[in-house]
């Protein structure tokens, strides 16, 4: 079964502290991660990706059958933080996981606030 791609929007999660991304999900076994195969997460330009390979370091876990993708690995989300709202790009034996332009925006935003530090004085 082929289907086309597939964008989602979603938040990051947490667990323990930590992000996290969990994926549960029928059309998965269309995308060609089916339970209990194998894939391998490489960074890709503002984010991460996962495709579907034989030799993969991590696994597709199964729930009552249907594919479960748990990413809770504090290195692997180092690029996400807790809450901030993902874009989901999908295709056959490729999921692309990017922030968001609002989240990246945000989060430059809050980067150049804590360049400026302000003193002030009186007498």
Partial sequence: MSIGKLINF???????????????????KALGFEPHSR????????GIRLSSVAG???KVSSKRGIPVIDLNS???????????????????GRIDILP??????IREANAAKDEYRVLELFA
């Fill in 10 to 28: 979603s938040p990051v999660g947490e667990n323990k502290g930590a992000p996290r991304i969990w994926f549960e999900a029928n059309r998965l």
């Fill in 39 to 46: 894939m391998a997460l490489t960074d890709i330009q503002g």
């Fill in 56 to 58: 993969g370091e991590r």
């Fill in 74 to 92: 504090r290195k692997a989300l180092s690029r996400f933080e807790i809450g901030e709202t993902i874009k989901v790009t999908s295709s056959f």
């Fill in 100 to 105: 968001t332009q609002r989240s990246f925006h």
